[in-house]
T-cell receptor
């Protein structure tokens, strides 16, 4: 069965520090992968999506970047965090049948 | 601007009653529609999807789709306290899901 792993679960980082969040998928090959962010009390905002290794599409220009170094690995990064980067970050993959399956999420607090 | 809109709630529903959630979308080209449930502090989980106009039932959940009116809804029958959560409507737009802000449902004993 397909599973999606995301870590860390929680993260507290100072303003100006770097960020690296990792997501891996098991049990499937060449998945479409997505990074979403959910601000407190808000909906999900699509940040990046990838249809294959090295292929990244950005939905919203901002202080973040994404990379896909391996087929089932998707990384979200920042060189210098801002207070506005705080939120709940979710990785997702799109299955063949329907919809997205989400990872357990990373709650990032920038202080 | 392509949008998905939902009433934010909270929607207070007595235990055992029917909860009715509504969602409208702006992209007429959308073909797939999803309802996710999100408990506080957790990631969303898929509960229903619908592609065709009409009703689709799965247990206590019924999704309704009207593409002409660009409207999708979710009914939760025999609401239970465990149904208390935020329900997110999502619309597929060229392989990417766009989400509404969610409707908070509170089931009261």
């Amino acid at each position: 069965s397909q599973t999606i792993h995301q870590w860390p679960a929680t993260l507290v980082q100072p303003v100006g520090s770097p960020l690296s969040l990792e997501c891996t998928v098991e049990g499937t090959s060449n998945p479409n992968l997505y990074w979403y962010r959910q601000a407190a009390g808000r909906g999900l905002q699509l940040l990046f999506y990838s249809v294959g290794i090295g292929q990244i599409s950005s939905e919203v220009p901002q202080n973040l970047s994404a990379s896909r170094p391996q087929d089932r690995q998707f990384i979200l990064s920042s060189k210098k965090l801002l207070l506005s980067d705080s939120g709940f970050y979710l990785c997702a993959w799109m299955g063949r049948v329907y919809g997205y399956t989400f990872g357990s999420g990373t709650r990032l607090t920038v202080v | 601007q392509k949008e998905v809109e939902q009433n934010s709630g909270p929607l207070s529903v007595p235990e055992g009653a029917i909860a009715s959630l509504n969602c409208t979308y702006s992209d007429r080209g959308s073909q797939s529609f999803f309802w996710y449930r999100q408990y506080s502090g957790k990631s969303p989980e898929l509960i229903m999807f619908i592609y065709s106009n009409g009703d689709k039932e799965d247990g206590r959940f019924t999704a309704q789709l009207n593409k002409a009116s660009q409207y999708v809804s979710l009914l939760i029958r025999d609401s239970q306290p465990s149904d208390s959560a935020t329900y997110l409507c999502a619309v597929d737009s060229w392989g990417k899901l766009q989400f509404g802000a969610g409707t908070q449902v509170v089931v009261t004993p």
